[in-house]
């Protein structure tokens, strides 16, 4: 995922929030319906763990640190066999536990992706990541967390629509940063990189 530049990355992220959210916005009581049994969706925490752990054994073979590079076939083993353990013997709210992991590792990716882009724009993406980091964390020790912030969040349909509309106008900020600004960064390469990456190539 190293090639993966911020523009896109804010594309696809922007299109799922503002996606998700005109469902919201359209449905609400859908909408509020679906948030509610989140939670408790053995189906969706299936996929969400899954793709946690494999995202996650991703980076541990990227894992350049040559001191782990002994253990790798180790940490496959422990940290795929808690992930898919997880599903077996962690069924309790195991959407929000799936959902934790994949918000940390998102937020790595988006903080790795925006760290060199040359706008202070970036700091809409950054900021973004560390909440979901926060939010990741606080999910993975209190799951219940997020039920009650899900039925908060839809106790009635005005306030799922306003809810909604707020994440639906960030989420189309970002989209917007994607096809404009990060796009337009993306083709001012400063000089300090772009002497890194010729002497790269000269020496490979």
Do not use: H
């Not at 700091?123 to 980091?133: D, K, Q, R």
């Amino acid at each position: 995922m190293s090639d993966l530049k911020l523009s896109t990355l804010s594309i696809i992220l922007g299109l799922i929030v503002v996606l998700l959210n005109v469902f919201g916005l359209v449905k609400p009581k859908a909408f509020a319906e679906a948030a509610r049994k989140f939670s408790r969706s053995t189906p969706v925490g299936y996929a969400l763990t899954l793709l946690g752990t494999a995202w996650f054994l991703y980076y541990v073979n990227q894992e350049s640190v040559s001191d782990f590079a002994a253990m790798k076939k180790f940490f496959y083993l422990l940290f795929g066999g808690v992930g898919i353990g997880a599903c077996f013997f962690v069924k309790d709210f195991l959407p929000v536990r799936g959902l934790a992991v994949v918000l940390l590792l998102l937020a790595k990716l988006m903080v790795d992706t925006a760290r060199w882009e040359d706008t202070e724009w970036r700091l809409v993406i950054s900021t973004w990541a560390y909440a979901m980091a926060i939010a990741g964390m606080w999910f993975t020790i209190s799951p219940w967390r997020l039920r009650d912030i899900l039925n908060w969040s839809v106790a009635t349909e005005s306030r799922t629509r306003m809810l909604s509309g707020v994440r639906f106008a960030f989420g189309l900020l970002v989209l917007l940063l994607g096809l404009t600004v990060f796009k337009s960064a993306e083709k001012r390469v400063p000089a300090p990189q772009a002497a890194v990456s010729e002497g790269t190539l000269r020496l490979s």
